[in-house]
């Protein structure tokens, strides 16, 4: 069976009906790049997505007995992979420069220095303009230009009204085109 | 934001290792399995080496426990199983016992075919 046409109720009425392991199978298999896709957008570097993805992963199995079915398995486990990614980053803050706001640099670096992308200078000036956004609208502009996901998904996701995201939205793409506006005269 | 789609074209500059996805969901469930998630591991998983044997030493097991706990020796049965332990680890209760067999006495049948 195709993992894409396995359905979300599917997986969790086996889940429900005591064959835990194959119902968790099914659903790592069914979202595991779109969730790693999510945390790798936020983080650049594949190593720590993916000791990331590993413990969101580890939390979706440990709660997935308290999820309800009245919200979208899919957004559910966004969320959890949304808040597992900015831990990280919370982390590498308080870590790396004690509580500041300054993690633009450390996620430059980590471009600069990541083997696995494989962008042209057109990709990558792109990638350095998202970086200079806040974590917040980092995640929006992400989710919103890359993974074409709905503002009402959107909100479910980060629990923030459409309208925020909307503005949210709005801010990020103008402060992308300043900085790329910048880099163009530049050059 | 026209501008941005048709230089940028919404590209993803990024790779993963080869084979990556085919190994993930094998590592996370070692992971949950690490992290004492409650994944259970099933009695029989580290029995699948000594499938033929197990098969038998399983049926005569549980003909020799219905007999025992239809005679109401149910203590005796406690301490006997003691010594029944396939590995130093593993400890099964009564019930986890007569589960295993029940579900063993149907994959005999398919050892019995030749069919692992």
């Known amino acids: 069976m195709y993992m894409e046409e396995v359905a979300d109720e599917y997986i969790i009425g ?28 936020m983080l650049i570097s594949h190593e720590d997505t993916d000791d990331v993805l590993q413990n969101v992963f580890v939390k979706i199995w440990q709660n997935m007995r308290e999820f309800r079915s009245d919200s979208k398995l899919y957004t559910w486990m966004y969320r959890i992979a949304t808040n597992e990614a900015l831990n990280f980053l919370n982390e590498k803050r308080r870590k790396v420069y004690g509580n500041t706001d300054e993690i633009s ?7 600069e220095d990541e083997p696995s992308f494989s962008g042209d200078d057109i990709q990558r000036e792109l990638q350095r303009a998202i970086l200079q956004l806040s974590d917040r609208q980092r995640l929006v502009f992400n989710m919103k230009y890359f993974d074409d996901m709905s503002y009402e998904d959107m909100a479910q996701v980060l629990e923030v009204a459409v309208g925020t995201l909307k503005a949210t939205y709005h801010n990020a793409v103008k402060k992308i085109e300043a900085s790329l506006k910048i880099v163009d005269i530049l050059n | 934001m026209e501008n941005m789609e048709d230089r940028y074209k919404k590209k993803n500059p990024f790779t993963v290792p080869e084979r990556y996805f085919d190994e993930l969901p094998d590592r996370i469930i070692a992971r949950v399995q690490m992290t004492g998630g409650g994944m259970k591991r099933k009695p029989v998983r580290f029995l699948r080496a000594w499938r033929g044997a197990v098969a038998v030493v399983a049926v005569s097991l549980g003909i020799w426990l219905s007999y025992m706990m239809a005679s109401h020796n149910l203590d005796r049965i406690e301490k006997s199983e003691e010594e029944y332990v396939f590995d130093s680890q ?14 063993e006495l149907d994959s005999y049948e398919w050892v019995i075919a030749g069919i692992y």
């Open chain 1, 14 to 41: 086996l889940f429900h009906g005591q064959k835990q392991e194959e119902a968790f199978r099914l659903l790592v298999r069914k979202y595991q790049e779109r969730l790693y896709w999510h945390v790798r957008k």
């Open chain 1, 105 to 111: 640099d450390f996620l430059e670096n980590t471009l």
């Open chain 2, 90 to 103: 593993f400890n099964p209760t009564n019930e986890e016992i007569i589960e295993y067999l029940t579900s």
